[in-house]
């Protein structure tokens, strides 16, 4: 088949990659010059992905118009405050009725929309999915056994896509639950620069697993109440991105948390990780959501507090350990 990435970064690479030595035709576009240049002549993605050739049969992409036409899959890899600037940019070129997944972890922090949301405002009448779940592109890339999960909004969607990417090294699971996908692979990324806080401020094991398993409460209580499905916490996309993201030091987010922790500023964390921190983007999001639907989240709150007021990360975590006395599930009774 012929398979197209827009987003060459490090997640898009590792999955065209992935895809390539499935066997198919794969075509990499990237908007960054520099990026086209580099991937032209090195064949490697030297800065993110180093020691890793790409194989014979990627071509890399400057047209989008080219990466868009007659393409079996389109695979929106571009990190998520690109993602609709890029479709704008691509609508011109993709048929109706194209399959086409989103790969990017996000939440549009202005109209708190989801990113397949966005895809579908911008691109009517095309066939959107998702892949998300635990996925390190480092680990992807090198054939490190991963599982991920994707939403369609039919089976036969789910299997296509399932059928492109899975192979003995990446196993990919189906799920109707789109919204709850979504929702666990962009908030996750605000928990775990919680995460990455409470190691910068040289916090225990203790500290962690209880941010790690109340951030999870505060996912699901929202994903529920719009719509997605409570199982979906408990699997790829819920419980295992947050475990990967909260604790591997590939973790962009947790790595610019755990600098905030020693003292840094959101925008010095940021530029020292050189990459999009989307837990930074989402996070605004978050807690527009939980307003919106009037659902607690006081971790997400005080993170926002962190990143937009200028509150201290000492006295934020003072702040949620005073809370009110509450039970831990709402509706079990004695």
Known sequence: MRISFLGA???????????AKNGHDVFLWSAVESE???????REHTERLPGVKLPDNITIEADIKNACTDMDLIVFSVASP???????QAEPYIPNNQVIVN?????EDETYLTLSEILNEVLPGRNISVLSGP???EEVVKGIPTTVVVGSTTKETARYI?????????????????IGIELGGAIK???????????????????KAALMTRGLAEISRLGVAMGGKLETFSGLSGVGDLIVTCTSTHSRNHNAGYLMGQGKTADEAMKEVKQVVEGVYSAKAAYGLAKKYNVDMPIVEHINGVLFENKSVEDSLKSLFERQRKKEYSDLEW
């Not at 490090?10 to 992935?18: I, Q």
């Not at 690109?82 to 704008?88: D, F, H």
């Not at 399932?162 to 789109?178: A, E, T």
């Not at 990324?189 to 500290?207: E, F, K, S």
């Open 82 to 88: 690109y993602v609709r600037s890029v479709a704008k």
């Open 162 to 178: 399932q059928d492109i990417f899975m192979n003995d090294s990446f196993r990919v699971y189906i799920s109707p639950d789109i």
């Open 135 to 137: 996925s390190h592109a």
């Open 189 to 207: 990324n605000v928990i775990a620069l919680a995460a990455g806080i409470v190691d910068g401020l040289g916090l225990g094991d203790n500290t």
């Open 9 to 19: 970064g490090s997640w898009g690479t590792a999955l065209a990659v992935t895809v």
């Open 36 to 42: 086209i240049k580099l991937l032209t002549t090195k």
């Open 103 to 107: 790969v990017a972890k996000g939440i």
